[in-house]
Protein backbone atom coordinates (compact mmCIF):
# COMPACT_ATOMS: atom_id res chain seq x y z
CA UNK A 1 0.00 0.00 0.00
CA UNK A 2 1.57 2.70 -1.07
CA UNK A 3 0.12 6.72 0.04
CA UNK A 4 0.64 10.20 -1.20
CA UNK A 5 0.25 13.33 0.76
CA UNK A 6 1.14 16.73 1.23
CA UNK A 7 3.59 17.54 4.27
CA UNK A 8 0.64 19.66 5.99
CA UNK A 9 -1.04 16.17 5.99
CA UNK A 10 1.82 13.77 6.98
CA UNK A 11 1.46 12.85 10.24
CA UNK A 12 -2.28 12.29 9.89
CA UNK A 13 -1.75 10.27 6.97
CA UNK A 14 1.00 8.16 8.42
CA UNK A 15 -1.32 7.60 11.31
CA UNK A 16 -4.64 6.94 9.57
CA UNK A 17 -3.33 4.23 7.48
CA UNK A 18 -0.69 2.95 9.80
CA UNK A 19 2.33 3.83 7.59
CA UNK A 20 5.83 2.20 9.27
CA UNK A 21 7.87 4.20 6.00
CA UNK A 22 8.14 7.31 4.89
CA UNK A 23 9.60 9.22 1.62
CA UNK A 24 10.23 12.72 1.87
CA UNK A 25 10.99 14.96 -0.91
CA UNK A 26 11.53 18.43 0.02
CA UNK A 27 13.59 20.98 0.22
CA UNK A 28 17.13 19.80 1.15
CA UNK A 29 16.77 23.01 4.63
CA UNK A 30 13.26 21.77 5.29
CA UNK A 31 13.05 20.37 8.82
CA UNK A 32 10.78 17.08 8.57
CA UNK A 33 10.68 15.35 11.92
CA UNK A 34 10.17 11.25 11.53
CA UNK A 35 6.47 11.19 12.16
CA UNK A 36 5.69 8.61 15.60
CA UNK A 37 5.53 5.28 14.56
CA UNK A 38 8.11 5.51 11.73
CA UNK A 39 11.48 4.09 13.11
CA UNK A 40 14.31 6.82 11.63
CA UNK A 41 15.47 3.70 9.28
CA UNK A 42 12.70 3.66 7.40
CA UNK A 43 12.61 7.49 6.43
CA UNK A 44 14.15 8.55 3.48
CA UNK A 45 14.56 12.06 3.26
CA UNK A 46 15.80 13.41 -0.37
CA UNK A 47 16.22 16.98 -0.84
CA UNK A 48 16.08 18.93 -3.15
CA UNK A 49 14.11 21.93 -4.98
CA UNK A 50 11.01 20.77 -7.46
CA UNK A 51 12.53 22.08 -10.22
CA UNK A 52 13.18 20.49 -13.80
CA UNK A 53 16.22 22.54 -15.27
CA UNK A 54 19.07 23.94 -13.21
CA UNK A 55 18.58 27.65 -11.16
CA UNK A 56 21.47 29.38 -9.30
CA UNK A 57 20.82 28.72 -5.77
CA UNK A 58 18.53 26.46 -5.76
CA UNK A 59 19.18 22.20 -5.68
CA UNK A 60 17.63 20.18 -8.75
CA UNK A 61 16.33 16.77 -8.41
CA UNK A 62 19.58 14.32 -9.53
CA UNK A 63 20.11 10.55 -10.53
CA UNK A 64 21.30 9.96 -6.93
CA UNK A 65 18.23 10.99 -5.71
CA UNK A 66 16.41 8.48 -7.78
CA UNK A 67 18.67 6.01 -7.08
CA UNK A 68 18.35 6.28 -3.18
CA UNK A 69 14.53 6.55 -3.47
CA UNK A 70 14.86 3.27 -6.07
CA UNK A 71 16.84 1.51 -3.45
CA UNK A 72 14.81 2.00 -0.36
CA UNK A 73 11.32 1.30 -2.29
CA UNK A 74 13.26 -1.86 -3.28
CA UNK A 75 13.70 -2.42 0.05
CA UNK A 76 10.81 -1.78 1.86
CA UNK A 77 8.95 -5.24 2.42
CA UNK A 78 5.71 -4.21 1.70
CA UNK A 79 3.78 -5.60 4.51
CA UNK A 80 2.93 -2.08 6.00
CA UNK A 81 2.35 0.82 4.22
CA UNK A 82 4.49 3.43 2.69
CA UNK A 83 4.01 7.32 2.51
CA UNK A 84 5.51 9.80 -0.07
CA UNK A 85 5.24 13.46 0.46
CA UNK A 86 6.64 16.44 -0.79
CA UNK A 87 5.58 19.97 0.19
CA UNK A 88 2.36 20.24 -1.53
CA UNK A 89 1.41 16.43 -2.55
CA UNK A 90 1.73 17.43 -6.05
CA UNK A 91 4.73 17.26 -8.01
CA UNK A 92 7.36 15.72 -6.32
CA UNK A 93 5.68 12.94 -4.38
CA UNK A 94 3.33 11.98 -7.09
CA UNK A 95 6.34 11.49 -9.05
CA UNK A 96 7.91 9.51 -6.18
CA UNK A 97 4.78 7.38 -6.08
CA UNK A 98 4.64 7.04 -10.59
CA UNK A 99 8.64 5.78 -9.96
CA UNK A 100 7.57 3.58 -6.92
CA UNK A 101 4.54 2.03 -9.44
CA UNK A 102 6.74 1.39 -12.03
CA UNK A 103 10.00 0.21 -10.27
CA UNK A 104 7.94 -2.37 -8.45
CA UNK A 105 6.04 -3.58 -10.95
CA UNK A 106 8.02 -4.02 -14.03
CA UNK A 107 5.69 -5.82 -15.99
CA UNK A 108 2.80 -2.82 -15.60
CA UNK A 109 2.38 -0.73 -18.71
CA UNK A 110 3.64 2.60 -17.97
CA UNK A 111 0.69 4.84 -19.16
CA UNK A 112 -1.99 2.28 -17.29
CA UNK A 113 -0.25 3.62 -13.79
CA UNK A 114 0.06 7.29 -15.26
CA UNK A 115 -3.52 6.91 -15.54
CA UNK A 116 -4.29 5.30 -12.72
CA UNK A 117 -2.62 8.19 -11.27
CA UNK A 118 -4.37 10.72 -12.63
CA UNK A 119 -7.79 8.82 -11.53
CA UNK A 120 -6.37 8.71 -7.91
CA UNK A 121 -5.07 12.26 -8.05
CA UNK A 122 -6.67 15.01 -10.32
CA UNK A 123 -3.98 17.78 -9.40
CA UNK A 124 -0.90 15.55 -9.66
CA UNK A 125 1.65 17.16 -12.12
CA UNK A 126 4.58 14.70 -11.39
CA UNK A 127 8.35 16.20 -11.53
CA UNK A 128 9.17 15.65 -15.29
CA UNK A 129 13.12 15.41 -14.35
CA UNK A 130 12.59 12.91 -11.85
CA UNK A 131 10.61 10.84 -13.90
CA UNK A 132 13.24 11.24 -16.88
CA UNK A 133 15.55 9.87 -14.54
CA UNK A 134 13.99 7.43 -13.20
CA UNK A 135 13.10 6.17 -17.17
CA UNK A 136 16.38 6.18 -18.04
CA UNK A 137 17.91 4.02 -14.48
CA UNK A 138 14.44 1.43 -15.16
CA UNK A 139 15.09 1.39 -18.68
CA UNK A 140 11.83 2.15 -19.58
CA UNK A 141 13.09 3.58 -22.91
CA UNK A 142 10.83 6.94 -22.71
CA UNK A 143 8.04 5.09 -22.39
CA UNK A 144 7.98 6.63 -18.40
CA UNK A 145 8.19 10.21 -19.83
CA UNK A 146 5.31 9.60 -22.91
CA UNK A 147 3.01 8.63 -20.06
CA UNK A 148 3.45 11.40 -18.05
CA UNK A 149 3.23 13.73 -21.10
CA UNK A 150 0.08 12.57 -21.89
CA UNK A 151 -1.67 12.75 -18.69
CA UNK A 152 -0.45 16.58 -18.68
CA UNK A 153 -0.22 18.67 -16.03
CA UNK A 154 -3.09 18.34 -12.82
CA UNK A 155 -5.54 20.88 -12.01
CA UNK A 156 -4.82 23.99 -10.38
CA UNK A 157 -4.38 23.21 -6.49
CA UNK A 158 -2.58 25.28 -3.74
CA UNK A 159 -2.22 21.30 -1.91
CA UNK A 160 -3.12 17.63 -2.80
CA UNK A 161 -5.12 15.61 -1.24
CA UNK A 162 -3.99 12.81 0.53
CA UNK A 163 -4.88 9.18 -1.98
CA UNK A 164 -3.72 5.29 -2.26
CA UNK A 165 -1.61 4.38 -5.70
CA UNK A 166 -1.93 0.90 -5.61
CA UNK A 167 0.71 -1.25 -6.77
CA UNK A 168 -1.13 -3.85 -7.86
Given at each position: M?Y??S???L??T?S ?7 VT ?5 A ?11 N??F ?10 A ?5 A?AHV??L ?6 W??A?P?V???WAGI???T???Y ?15 AQ??R ?6 T ?7 M???I ?6 M??AV ?6 A????G??F?M???
Amino acid sequence: MLYVCSLSRLNETVSRVGATHVVTLINAEADVPTPAGVDTDNHLFLGFNDIVSPVAGLTPPAEAHVERLLSFVRSWERASPLVVHCWAGISRSTAGAYITACALNPERNEHDLAQELRRRAPSATPNGRLVAMADKILQRDGRMIDAVREIGRGATAFEGTPFEMPLD
